[in-house]
């Protein structure tokens, strides 16, 4: 049997991942996962580890990330379609040192879809996404570009490690609207 393709789909908060991985799944009939999705379904279960997740996010910890590529590799197994889009994960190299332990015999990571955005651009989607810059305030802005600093920091690293490896296809992604 052959094993599910999987295909990571990473960009900055605002970039179109969400959108773009939607009609993926709608023309190339891809099943969608998002990391952030499976977390909160989980927690929503009542599950133990449902439990433990919830009782890690509001003391402010991070859910281990074996803990997350465990409900990534449940939901793989128990999908119908062998097509996989990963949504907005891994998000570090942490994320993806326990995504290549736990997975890499198990699935044909293909290469990450990465949507390359400017910040200004995903900044002004991401303020029109939540009404008047006054109703969002410099608050939501600060939050926003703390968000920006993250992904620099922690997600443009992966990208380059599977750059390395010749496994990006870049989308360049400047409209705003």
Same mark, same amino acid.
């Given at each position: 049997?052959?094993? @599910?393709?999987?295909?990571?789909?990473?960009?900055?908060?605002?970039?179109?991942?969400? *959108?773009?991985? =939607?009609?993926?799944?709608?023309?190339?009939?891809?099943?969608?996962?998002?990391?952030?999705?499976?977390?909160?379904?989980?927690?929503?279960?009542?599950? #133990?580890?449902?439990?433990?997740?919830?009782?890690?996010?509001?003391?402010?910890?991070?859910?281990?990330?074996?803990?997350?590529?465990?409900?990534?590799?449940?939901?793989?197994?128990?999908? @119908?379609?062998?097509?996989?889009?990963?949504?907005?994960? #891994?998000?570090?190299?942490?994320? %993806?040192?326990?995504?290549?332990?736990?997975? %890499?015999?198990?699935?044909?990571?293909?290469?990450?879809?990465?949507?390359?955005? #400017?910040?200004? *651009?995903?900044?002004?989607?991401?303020?029109?996404?939540?009404?008047?810059?006054?109703?969002?305030?410099?608050?939501?802005?600060?939050?926003?570009?703390?968000?920006?600093?993250?992904?620099?920091? =922690?997600?443009?690293?992966?990208?380059?490690?599977?750059?390395?490896?010749?496994?990006?296809?870049?989308?360049? %992604? *400047?409209?705003?609207?």
């Amino acid at each position: 049997m052959s094993k @599910p393709i999987v295909v990571f789909v990473l960009g900055g908060p605002g970039s179109g991942k969400g *959108t773009q991985s =939607e009609k993926i799944v709608e023309k190339f009939g891809f099943a969608h996962f998002s990391a952030g999705d499976l977390l909160r379904a989980e927690v929503a279960s009542g599950s #133990p580890h449902g439990t433990m997740i919830s009782e890690m996010i509001k003391a402010g910890k991070i859910v281990p990330s074996s803990v997350t590529v465990g409900l990534l590799k449940k939901a793989i197994e128990t999908s @119908p379609r062998k097509k996989i889009l990963i949504d907005g994960f #891994p998000r570090s190299a942490e994320n %993806n040192g326990a995504w290549e332990q736990q997975m %890499n015999a198990v699935v044909d990571m293909r290469f990450v879809l990465f949507f390359d955005c #400017p910040e200004e *651009t995903m900044l002004q989607r991401l303020l029109h996404r939540s009404g008047p810059v006054t109703r969002t305030g410099a608050h939501g802005v600060v939050q926003i570009k703390k968000r920006f600093a993250t992904f620099r920091n =922690e997600s443009i690293p992966v990208v380059e490690y599977y750059e390395k490896q010749g496994k990006v296809r870049r989308v360049r %992604n *400047t409209l705003a609207f």
